[in-house]
C-alpha cells in the first residue's frame, strides 16, 4: 500500500490541515512516493512483462482520468464538513476492501472483451474519483481491479497501478491548482518533501519485515484502524 488512506487522518488531527488543503498535500506526496515505488519496483521487476499489459492500463487510465477531474470540481464545490464525512465514507469501504482482500483476489470475473473494456472504464472512473477526492494513489482499487477483471498477475497488478496512479495525481493536482488550491503546495512544500522522505524510508523499512509478520493479520489491523479514523472524522465533523 502506498500509505496514504492512512497519511489524510493524520495530517488533520496531528497537523491541523482543513480538510481540502489536507487532500491536496496528500496527493502531493502520494505523487513523489508513487514514482519512488515505481523506480524501486524497476530493479526487481522486469518492466518489459509490465508494458506488456499497456493497453489494460489505458483503459482504466481513461477513465481514472475522467474520474480524477470530476472529484477535484465536486471536492471543491462543497462545503468541508460534508466533503469530510464523504471522505469519511470512502475510507470505511477501503477499509473493508483491505480486510477482505483476501477472500476476494483469487478470483477472476469470466466475462467478454467487450465487458472488460466497459468495466475497466467505469471502474477507472471510480477510482479517479477516489484519488482525487482522498488525495490517494488508488492502489487499494486498482489492484482489485486489474486481478478481478482482467486476471493479472498480483505482482504484476502492483507495478501497473503505479503506471495509472503517476497521471491521474498529476492532473488531480493540476485540477486542484486551476481551483486556487496551488498555494498549500507552495506554502508547505518543505513539510511536503520530507513528509514524501518519510514515506519513502518507511517503505523501504517495512519491506525489510515483509515476511516477518501475517500479511492477513496486518491488513485486518490497518484496516481496523481505518475505519477508527473515518469514525473520528465523522463524529468530530458533527461536534464541530
Avoid: C
Amino acid at each position: 500500500l502506498g500509505g496514504a488512506e492512512f497519511r489524510l487522518p493524520i495530517l488533520l488531527y496531528v497537523f491541523h490541515f482543513t480538510i481540502l488543503s489536507a487532500i491536496v498535500v496528500n496527493l502531493s506526496v502520494s505523487f513523489f512516493t508513487v514514482v519512488f515505488s515505481f523506480i524501486f519496483r524497476g530493479m526487481v521487476l522486469d518492466f518489459s512483462v509490465v508494458f506488456s499489459y499497456i493497453l489494460i492500463a489505458v483503459n482504466i487510465l481513461v477513465g481514472s482520468l475522467l474520474g480524477s477531474y470530476l472529484g477535484v470540481n465536486f471536492a471543491t464545490s462543497i462545503k468541508q464538513n460534508l466533503l469530510k464525512k464523504i471522505v469519511a465514507i470512502i475510507l470505511i469501504l477501503i477499509a473493508l476492501l483491505l480486510i477482505f482482500h483476501q477472500s476476494i483476489h483469487h478470483y477472476t470475473i469470466d466475462i467478454s472483451e467487450f465487458y472488460k473494456i466497459t468495466l475497466g472504464l467505469f471502474l477507472g472512473l471510480i477510482i479517479g474519483i477516489v484519488s482525487s477526492m482522498l488525495g490517494v494513489a488508488g492502489g487499494e482499487l486498482i489492484i482489485p481491479t486489474l486481478t478481478l477483471v482482467y486476471g493479472i498477475d498480483i505482482k504484476i497488478a502492483g507495478s501497473l497501478s503505479l503506471l495509472i496512479s503517476i497521471p491521474t495525481i498529476i492532473l488531480g493536482l493540476y485540477k486542484y491548482s486551476k481551483k486556487g488550491q496551488s498555494e498549500i503546495i507552495k506554502s508547505e512544500k518543505t513539510f511536503i518533501v520530507f513528509m514524501a522522505l518519510g514515506s519513502i524510508i518507511g517503505s523501504f523499512t517495512g519491506s525489510l519485515f515483509l515476511y516477518r509478520f501475517s500479511s492477513e493479520t496486518l491488513r485486518i489491523f490497518l484496516g481496523v484502524i481505518l475505519i477508527i479514523s473515518a469514525l473520528k472524522m465523522i463524529f468530530m465533523s458533527k461536534k464541530n
